[in-house]
């Protein structure tokens, strides 16, 4: 089941702070985070693994809470190179099938001066 | 440290032509490997995953295949491309469990 998130697409100034959220309708065991920036691969920002858990990476943090089955992504204080569009990706299971994720269809983020 | 390399980079191709796009990881062994495919401004949709030599599992039924002939080598094929196959293909790996995914630099595919 793929993940739902939102919003689509955001536009911030400079130095201002953005919030993507993730749900999914299955429990959740994991939650991943991953920024596009145009034409590129995807890259790793952080997993998520206990819920309530929060996560730092520089200026962008993450919350996962299991009992909703969501997680958000909090970013402070945005600099331009934060544009790109962010996925989150759900891991629903342990042991065997779960070797997936499930990508939600990613929050366009345009950062301008 | 671990690699990750996706060839070719961009590719033009009729329709009903034979694809083959490969995939190479280095500095690990036994990854998970995975194919996904993203349409323009699109999610990552995963086409294939392996967790082992000639261990496949398909997520999307459609004219593709998979295989891995060796144990950091993926590869992506076709016996006929269809106007709906163009797209960014993208190889990843994992060390398992929940290890981060790393993804190539993929390959954009346009069918003509």
């Known amino acids: 089941q793929q993940p739902v998130q939102s919003p689509q697409a955001v536009i911030l100034r400079e130095g201002e702070d953005a919030v993507i959220n993730c749900s999914s309708s299955k429990a959740l065991y994991s939650v991943h985070w991953y920024r596009q920036k145009h034409g590129e691969a995807p890259v790793f920002l952080m997993i998520?693994?206990?819920?309530?858990e929060q996560k730092g990476h520089e200026k962008i943090s993450a919350s996962f809470n299991e009992k909703k089955q969501q997680s958000s992504l909090y970013l402070t204080a945005s600099q331009l190179s934060y544009s790109g569009t962010y996925f989150c990706?759900?891991?629903?299971?342990?042991?065997?099938?779960?070797?997936?994720?499930?990508f939600g269809k990613g929050t366009k983020l345009s950062v301008i001066p | 440290s671990q690699t990750i390399h996706q060839w070719p980079a961009t590719l033009v191709q009729p329709v009903g032509s034979p694809l083959s796009l490969e995939c190479t990881v280095e500095?690990?062994?036994?990854?998970?490997l995975y194919w996904y495919r993203q349409a323009a401004g699109r999610g990552l949709q995963l086409l294939f995953y392996?967790?082992?030599?000639?261990?496949i599992s398909s997520e999307v039924p459609q004219n593709l295949s998979a295989s891995r002939p060796q144990d950091r080598q993926f590869i992506l094929s076709s016996k006929k491309l269809l106007l709906s196959d163009s797209g960014f293909y993208l190889c990843?790996?994992?060390?398992?469990?929940?290890?981060?995914?790393?993804f190539g630099d993929g390959t954009r595919l346009s069918i003509l």
């Open positions: 500095g690990t062994s036994n990854p998970n």
């Open positions: 990706g759900t891991r629903n299971a342990l042991g065997a099938g779960s070797y997936q994720l499930t």
């Open positions: 998520l693994l206990k819920g309530g």
């Open positions: 392996s967790i082992g030599i000639d261990q």
């Open positions: 990843a790996w994992t060390a398992g469990g929940d290890q981060p995914q790393h």
